[in-house]
C-alpha cells in the first residue's frame, strides 16, 4: 500500500512539473500580431529590395537630382515645403510620383533624407520628405548621387531654373542647403539620398 501512495505521489509530482513547464514555455513564447515572424521578415525584404529601386532608378534617369534641386532660392527651403523645412508628403517632381505610386498607394510610408558634409566637414541632414515616425521594421537605403556645377534649381513646375550650381557657389547668399564642396571642380558635392519606408 505503501509503494503504491508513493508512485501515485510521483506521478502527480511529474504531471505538476510537467504542466508548469508548459505553461512556462507558452508564456514566454507568446505570439501577439506584432510578433516578428518570417513572412514579415519577408515583407521587409521586399520593401528594401523596391525602395532600392526606386532609388536606382531614379539615379540613373536623373529624376532623383531633380527632386534634390528642387529647391526654392527666396524661401530656403524646398518648393511646397512647410515651416519645418520639409514636404508632409510626396514633392511635386517625377520621382515623387514614383515614391507615391510605389509606395503610399500600396499602404506604405516613407521618409526621404538628404545627408550633406559641411564647410566645416561635419555631417549634416536636411529631410525633404517626412511622413512620420518609422516603425521598428522600417527598411533604409542610401545612395550617394553627385552634384556638378552645372546642373540647374528647379522651379515649382520642376523645369530648370536659370540659376546653376556654379551660379549659387559664385553668390554670397546660402541660396542652397549643400555648399560647394571644391570650387575649383567642376564636381560641385557628393550626397546621400536615404529612402525610410514602413508599413502604415
Same mark, same amino acid.
Not at 504542466?19 to 513572412?39: D, E, N
Not at 512647410?82 to 505610386?101: C, I, K, M, N, S
Not at 540647374?152 to 531654373?161: A, F, K
Given at each position: 500500500?505503501?509503494?503504491? !501512495?508513493?508512485?501515485?505521489?510521483?506521478?502527480?509530482?511529474?504531471?505538476?512539473?510537467?504542466?508548469?513547464?508548459?505553461? &512556462?514555455?507558452? +508564456?514566454?513564447?507568446?505570439?501577439?500580431?506584432?510578433?516578428?515572424?518570417? $513572412? $514579415? +521578415?519577408?515583407?521587409?525584404? !521586399? !520593401?528594401?529590395?523596391?525602395?532600392?529601386?526606386?532609388?536606382?532608378?531614379?539615379?540613373?534617369?536623373?529624376?532623383?537630382?531633380?527632386?534634390?534641386?528642387?529647391?526654392?532660392?527666396?524661401?530656403?527651403?524646398?518648393?511646397?515645403?512647410?515651416?519645418? #523645412?520639409?514636404?508632409? #508628403? @510626396?514633392?511635386?517632381?517625377? &520621382?515623387?510620383?514614383? /515614391?507615391? +505610386? %510605389? &509606395?503610399?498607394? *500600396?499602404?506604405?510610408? &516613407?521618409?526621404?533624407?538628404?545627408?550633406?558634409?559641411?564647410?566645416?566637414?561635419?555631417? !549634416? *541632414?536636411?529631410?525633404?520628405?517626412?511622413?512620420?515616425? @518609422?516603425?521598428?521594421?522600417?527598411?533604409?537605403?542610401?545612395?550617394?548621387?553627385?552634384? %556638378?556645377?552645372?546642373?540647374?534649381?528647379?522651379?515649382?513646375?520642376?523645369? /530648370?531654373?536659370?540659376?546653376?550650381?556654379?551660379?549659387?557657389?559664385?553668390?554670397?547668399?546660402?541660396?542652397?542647403?549643400? #555648399?560647394?564642396?571644391?570650387?575649383? +571642380?567642376? /564636381?560641385? $558635392?557628393?550626397?546621400?539620398?536615404?529612402?525610410?519606408?514602413? *508599413?502604415?
Amino acid at each position: 500500500m505503501d509503494r503504491a !501512495q508513493a508512485h501515485t505521489l510521483e506521478a502527480i509530482t511529474a504531471a505538476m512539473i510537467l504542466i508548469s513547464a508548459l505553461v &512556462f514555455a507558452l +508564456q514566454v513564447t507568446a505570439v501577439t500580431p506584432l510578433t516578428g515572424s518570417t $513572412s $514579415s +521578415q519577408h515583407i521587409e525584404n !521586399q !520593401q528594401a529590395a523596391v525602395a532600392e529601386g526606386v532609388l536606382a532608378t531614379a539615379d540613373e534617369n536623373g529624376t532623383l537630382v531633380s527632386t534634390l534641386l528642387y529647391w526654392n532660392e527666396s524661401e530656403g527651403r524646398w518648393h511646397g515645403a512647410t515651416a519645418d #523645412g520639409y514636404v508632409r #508628403g @510626396p514633392p511635386e517632381t517625377a &520621382f515623387g510620383d514614383v /515614391l507615391e +505610386q %510605389t &509606395f503610399l498607394e *500600396r499602404g506604405i510610408a &516613407f521618409d526621404l533624407t538628404l545627408y550633406y558634409v559641411d564647410d566645416s566637414g561635419a555631417r !549634416q *541632414r536636411e529631410r525633404i520628405v517626412d511622413l512620420g515616425e @518609422p516603425s521598428d521594421h522600417a527598411s533604409t537605403v542610401r545612395r550617394l548621387v553627385t552634384l %556638378t556645377d552645372d546642373d540647374r534649381l528647379r522651379n515649382p513646375d520642376e523645369s /530648370l531654373s536659370a540659376t546653376t550650381l556654379e551660379d549659387v557657389s559664385d553668390s554670397d547668399s546660402d541660396s542652397y542647403v549643400v #555648399g560647394d564642396a571644391d570650387e575649383d +571642380q567642376s /564636381l560641385y $558635392s557628393t550626397v546621400e539620398v536615404e529612402l525610410v519606408v514602413w *508599413r502604415m
